[in-house]
Nanobody, 121 residues
Framework: QVQLVESGGGLVQAGGSLRLVCAAS????????MGWFRQAPGKEREFVAL????????FYEDSVKGRFTISRDNAKNTVYLQMNSLKPEDTAVYYC??????????????WGQGTQVTVSS
């Protein structure tokens, strides 16, 4: 079993930055690919970013490329999402997810409780 706890969300003005943090416990962290997803009000949850077990490979949803950066620290069992140049359309609840399989369309095995990000115009 894996427990994921997100933090770092908040209210920020357009153009600002936030760094989300996901702390993992339980199953060996280095065996898990880690992803960030988000869900805006009235919309389905969508993929944001993905990082491989070692951190060597990353993948981003098109609308966040060049603005968001996913990274991980395997020594701290933590994954990060650095979000720069935030836009009002980035407003959503952001979720951390983990799975031993790689993919953006798979059903991830483990999920955090989410952290709210609100970007004001």
């Amino acid at each position: 079993q894996v427990q994921l706890v997100e933090s770092g969300g908040g209210l920020v003005q357009a153009g600002g930055s936030l760094r989300l943090v996901c702390a993992a416990s339980g199953r060996t962290f280095t065996s898990l690919h880690m992803g960030w997803f988000r869900q805006a009000p009235g919309k389905e949850r969508e993929f944001v970013a993905l990082i491989s077990t070692s951190g060597a490979f990353t993948f981003y949803e098109d609308s966040v490329k060049g603005r968001f950066t996913i990274s991980r620290d395997n020594a701290k069992n933590t994954v990060y999402l650095q979000m720069n140049s935030l836009k009002p359309e980035d407003t959503a609840v952001y979720y951390c997810a983990a799975d031993p399989r790689w993919g953006t369309e798979i059903t991830y095995a483990y999920w955090g409780q989410g952290t709210q990000v609100t970007v004001s115009s």
